[in-house]
């Protein structure tokens, strides 16, 4: 089974008003030299974008925190966890 069927099992509920990370500052993404988080991240949710700096979409994110750690000399993700009720489920077996 492919990881990305494993994935299709999971399910989500986005919180739209509150995205759980966030990133803090654009310019900081366009002077990285790495930008590692776009391909670090196993659920693809940051891309590298036309600007030379990166687009965060949060809705299929797996909550593993891999991103927080890459960025870790920038610092430049604000990370927490969804609010209650929200964010990923995962279906086992
Ligand atoms: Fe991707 Fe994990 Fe960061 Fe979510 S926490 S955006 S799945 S690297």
Do not use: M
Not at 37 to 53: Q, R
Not at 80 to 86: E, H, I, L, S, T
Request: aromatic share 10%; glycine share 8%; with cysteine.
């Amino acid at each position: 089974v492919k990881v990305e069927e494993k994935l299709y099992q999971n399910r989500y509920i986005v919180d739209e008003s509150r995205p759980h990370i966030q990133i803090k500052d654009a310019d900081v993404c366009k002077s990285c030299e790495k930008q590692a988080c776009t391909f670090c991240c196993p659920a693809a949710c940051y891309s590298k974008n036309e600007l030379g700096s990166v687009t965060l979409a949060t809705d299929g994110c797996l909550e593993c925190g891999t991103c927080r750690v890459v960025c870790q000399d920038k610092g430049n993700i604000a990370w927490d966890y969804p609010r209650g009720g929200y964010g990923i489920s995962y279906k086992f077996g």
